[in-house]
Each structure stands twice: as structure tokens, then as C-alpha cells.
């Protein structure tokens, strides 16, 4: 069954640091979404992407963060300047024919920010 | 987007029927209902989803009230696998969509042998 791969499964970076977080989604999809959940919080939305665009973006996904599909396979998230509130898992997500359709996420990354 | 109110905690046992509600009374027309769960901080996995009419599928069954403002999850054996944080979820349909899931507290089901 096709599934939603993240690398690095764990990241430990500097404060200040940049962070690049991998996503291969499933090969058909169309959409593509970020999330964070800090630990013991709730799982927060950060953007969403469509057509090579940003289609939507929370108030956490600030100037730090960006998204880019680089070529036909990776989906990848950017963090510029890493500050320790950044620590937290990452999920990326992808679903297939339109923002109504399901989502299959990812294991997740662990970012810890020191 | 819809709110929805969820218990915090809900307990099974194993092999019984676990029965998960949902309030979502404001939610309107174009609004579906979307049920996820998080097994133990992996990533949210889909459920099942619905509009108006009750729906199955293999993981569990969504029945919705008539009057569209509240559900239940059914999930109708449940295992020790099972044990999860579920998510009962209300957004928009249609092409204009982005996509976006809010996710709230959920429901933090324990299923016991």
C-alpha cells in the first residue's frame, strides 16, 4: 500500500540553525499539507500547497518557514532561523484529487531545537 | 470551520463495540463530518467521513444525526490496537477546499482486555 515517507525520522539542530524537513508523498497526489504537534499539544495545521502554491497558511507558518516541491517526488519544509519553539513532530500529508479528499500523513520528524 | 465537542476520555473493552460521539451543532450545510485517529504520536490516519447518510467501511461505521449536529464513530470489535487518539473533525467540501484539517483535543480512547 502507498505511503507517506518523512526523513529524517529525528533532528537535533541549534538554535538559529536551518532545518530542511523531507517528504516524499504518494506518488498521485495533488495536495500536500504541513502540520506540527509540539509535545502533549494538539496537532496544529501550518500549510497547505497545490499547483506549485502556497493555497493556504496558518499565522504559525511565519516568514521562517517555506515549502518547495523541488522536483516530481519530494515535498519539503524549511525552517530558516530555528528557535527552541520550533521543537516539535512535523507531519507532512498528501491527498489525491481535491482538499475534501482524505489525507494520509506521514510518520513525522522529530525537531529538537537546543 | 464548524466546532466540535468530543469527550476526553472514553474507555472499551476488548472485542466489545467502542461508540465515540462528536457534537458539531453549528455546522453547516456544505460541512462534513472527518474522523481521524493518532495511535501513540505517529501520524493521523484517516477513518472514514460522511455528510448526511450513515457510512461504512472496513476500520468503522459514522452515524450521523438527522438533524446533522452531532455523530458517533462505531467501531465495532475493538482491539488493544485500537487505543488512539480520535479526531472528530467538521470542514467544508467542494473544489474550493484547501484542504486544511483543525484539529482539536479529540478523544483519547483506551481499549482494555
Known amino acids: 500500500e502507498p505511503e507517506v515517507t518523512q526523513t529524517p525520522s529525528h533532528q537535533v539542530t541549534q538554535m538559529g540553525q536551518e532545518v530542511i524537513l523531507r517528504c516524499v508523498p504518494i506518488?498521485?497526489?495533488?495536495?500536500f499539507y504541513w502540520y506540527r504537534q509540539i509535545l502533549g499539544q494538539k496537532v496544529e495545521f501550518l500549510v497547505s500547497?497545490?499547483?506549485?502554491?502556497?493555497?493556504?497558511k496558518s499565522e504559525i507558518f511565519d516568514d521562517q518557514f517555506s515549502v518547495e516541491r523541488p522536483d516530481g517526488s519530494n515535498f519539503t519544509l524549511k525552517i530558516r532561523s530555528t528557535k527552541l519553539e520550533d521543537s516539535a513532530m512535523y507531519f507532512c500529508?498528501?491527498?489525491?484529487?481535491?482538499?475534501?479528499?482524505?489525507?494520509?500523513f506521514g510518520p513525522g520528524t522529530r525537531l529538537t531545537v537546543l | 470551520d464548524a466546532k466540535t465537542t468530543q469527550p476526553t476520555s472514553m474507555d472499551c473493552a476488548e472485542g466489545r463495540a467502542a461508540n465515540l460521539p462528536c457534537n458539531h451543532s453549528?455546522?453547516?450545510?456544505?460541512?462534513?463530518v472527518y474522523w481521524y485517529r493518532q495511535i501513540h504520536s505517529q501520524g493521523p490516519q484517516y477513518i472514514i467521513h460522511g455528510l448526511k447518510n450513515n457510512e461504512t467501511n472496513e476500520m468503522a461505521s459514522l452515524i450521523i444525526t438527522e438533524d446533522r449536529k452531532s455523530s458517533t464513530l462505531i467501531l465495532p470489535h475493538a482491539t488493544l490496537r485500537d487505543t488512539a487518539v480520535y479526531y472528530c473533525i467538521v470542514r467544508p467540501g467542494g473544489a474550493s477546499n484547501t484542504g486544511k484539517l483543525i484539529f482539536g483535543q479529540g478523544t483519547t480512547l483506551q481499549v482494555k482486555p
Open positions: 500529508a498528501s491527498s489525491a484529487t481535491s482538499g475534501s479528499s482524505e489525507q494520509f
Open positions: 506518488s498521485n497526489h495533488l495536495y
Open positions: 453549528t455546522i453547516s450545510g456544505n460541512e462534513y
Open positions: 500547497f497545490y499547483n506549485n502554491e502556497i493555497s493556504e
